[in-house]
């Protein structure tokens, strides 16, 4: 009876033993199917970040390039026209074209600027001066700074009107166009000619400046 209970307690421990075993066998798979599938997780979370690295540089990059075309579009869609379908630049470069190499060169600018602020034809402007200085040549420029011929005081070579300078010798001719032909309706090359000048022939000598600067 004694050999029949150490042997069925035998075989209860070694029972016992398989069925722990079996257990720590079943643990130890499922640690290893739970380590792959964080292994998995893993490497989906890190495919999932370098995707949102990829995503967030190429964002940066459109960012970049929006960000240019914007720094970009003003100067495409800002071209403003003031006159002839030109803008300031091209106005002023016209007319420095024609202006010669004398003392008038260069003052394009200023004249393209002077006469749109009131309201004169830049045109006419600039072809009055060439005309009457021989492209800033004549004795009359050199010596009084007076760029369109006008009569007045303070005097400087008998009865025209000598200036400090020649932005002021020009200023002071459109002035003059301004208030003495413009704002009375002369305001057309021909109106201007009989009052202007005694000869019959300016207008169609300041008409011809005026194709040429056009043209030019």
């Not at 540089?57 to 100067?75: G, T």
């Amino acid at each position: 009876m004694k050999k029949l209970n150490y042997v069925a307690a035998g075989l209860s421990t070694i029972g016992f033993s398989l069925i722990l075993a079996a257990v720590i066998i079943l643990n130890n798979t499922n640690v290893s199917t739970l380590s792959i599938s964080n292994s998995v997780f893993t490497l989906k979370e890190e495919s999932t970040s370098t995707e949102a690295v990829t995503n967030n540089s190429n964002i940066r990059k459109m960012s970049a390039v929006v960000q240019e075309e914007r720094d970009i579009a003003p100067s495409k869609l800002l071209r403003v026209e003031v006159y002839d379908g030109l803008t300031i630049e091209e106005l002023s470069a016209r007319l420095n074209r024609n202006l010669g190499n004398a003392a008038l060169a260069g003052k394009g600018e200023l004249i393209a600027n002077y006469c749109l602020s009131k309201g004169v034809d830049p045109y006419v402007a600039t072809a009055i001066m060439i005309h009457e200085t021989g492209r800033g040549t004549s004795t009359m420029i050199r010596t009084c700074n007076n760029v369109a011929g006008q009569k007045g005081s303070p005097s400087c070579m008998g009865a025209y009107k000598g200036y400090d300078t020649i932005d002021d010798g020009i200023r002071g001719a459109i002035d003059n166009l301004y208030r003495n032909y413009y704002a009375v309706g002369l305001d057309t090359v021909e109106k201007m000619g009989p009052k202007y000048a005694e000869g019959s022939e300016w207008p169609s000598k300041i008409n011809g400046y005026v194709a040429k600067i056009k043209n030019s």
